[in-house]
Nanobody, 115 residues
Framework: QVQLVESGGGLVQAGGSLRLSCAAS????????MGWYRQAPGKEREFVAT????????YYAGSVKGRFTISRDNAKNTVYLQMNSLKPEDTAIYYC????????WGQGTQVTVSS
């Protein structure tokens, strides 16, 4: 059983930056893929970024390439999403996931980009 808790969401002005964190509980943060999805009101949940355990394989959605950076600190069982040059279109609830034998999801953290 895996528990994921996102944090760092909030209100930010367009062009600003925000860093999201996803903390995993227990000793399950080993040899797993983690990443982020987001869901805007009235839209389907969409892929944002993913990173494997070693950090050697990273993929981003085209809409966030060059602006977002995913990273992880395995010693802290934490995955991060650094978001720069934020746009109003980035407004969504951001969900962290971990893939083991199945996929586990966090509860989400809300990001709102004004203007």
């Amino acid at each position: 059983q895996v528990q994921l808790v996102e944090s760092g969401g909030g209100l930010v002005q367009a062009g600003g930056s925000l860093r999201l964190s996803c903390a995993a509980s227990g000793r399950t943060f080993t040899r797993n893929d983690m990443g982020w999805y987001r869901q805007a009101p009235g839209k389907e949940r969409e892929f944002v970024a993913t990173i494997n355990y070693s950090g050697g394989n990273i993929y981003y959605a085209g809409s966030v390439k060059g602006r977002f950076t995913i990273s992880r600190d395995n010693a802290k069982n934490t995955v991060y999403l650094q978001m720069n040059s934020l746009k109003p279109e980035d407004t969504a609830i951001y969900y962290c996931y971990m893939r083991l034998e199945g996929v586990y999801w966090g509860q989400g953290t809300q990001v709102t980009v004004s203007s």
